[in-house]
């Protein structure tokens, strides 16, 4: 049951002003997202359709969050297939960047450990300019358990235990996944960075 007295007017706007949210308004609820998108087929509970019309209701609260709004693979298959050129997975990401600025402003807690892999992900090529495996691991982990660089070097290597030695048998984590490598134009990919981040 919708309580329209806890609508929020303002988060359409919200998203529409956010990057990637700029077609939300084009939606008419075809259903061809969700119909055509992989995630859903494993998980039922997830929609992209619903999360639109949620958003475009104003149900701020329940989007935001929503656990459902994490696990788009960003596949871009709705994209391809929507009749409007919503471009769902940009809008989806623009909805939780709303939401990551909630969770930092202490309104809001996200249960999903997507935000700090991206994070982390984001800072090793902002550092190296290339994917450091170990140093991605190492931050995420650190994350993960609340900052603790000891309590997430063990989480990292009870985890690793099996699942890294394999990897590392098969050849797929070898001296440059243990190593940072630096590409030489660093200075570049931070200025994109500062650009990026309005610096």
Partial sequence: ????????????????N????????ACFQCSTCTIGCPIAEIVPSYNP????QMSLLGMREEVLSNPDLWICAICQTCTARCPQDVRISDL????????EKDAEAGKLKI????????????HQLEKYGRLF?????????????????IKGQLAMMKDFKDFGM??????????????????KKTEEIKKIFEKVEGK
């Fill in 1 to 16: 049951m919708i309580k329209t007295w806890e609508l929020d007017l303002n988060f359409r706007n919200e998203i529409l």
């Fill in 18 to 25: 956010e990057p990637g949210g700029a077609h939300l308004s």
């Fill in 49 to 52: 359709r619903k999360i639109i």
């Fill in 92 to 99: 989806l990401a623009a909805i939780r960047r709303i939401a």
């Fill in 111 to 122: 249960d999903s450990v997507r935000p700090l892999f991206e994070k982390a992900f984001l």
């Fill in 133 to 149: 495996d170990m140093g991605l691991a190492m931050e995420f982990y650190k994350g993960k358990e609340g900052g603790s660089f």
């Fill in 166 to 183: 394999r990897m590392f048998k098969k050849g797929k984590m070898g001296p440059k996944a243990m190593f940072p490598e630096k590409v």
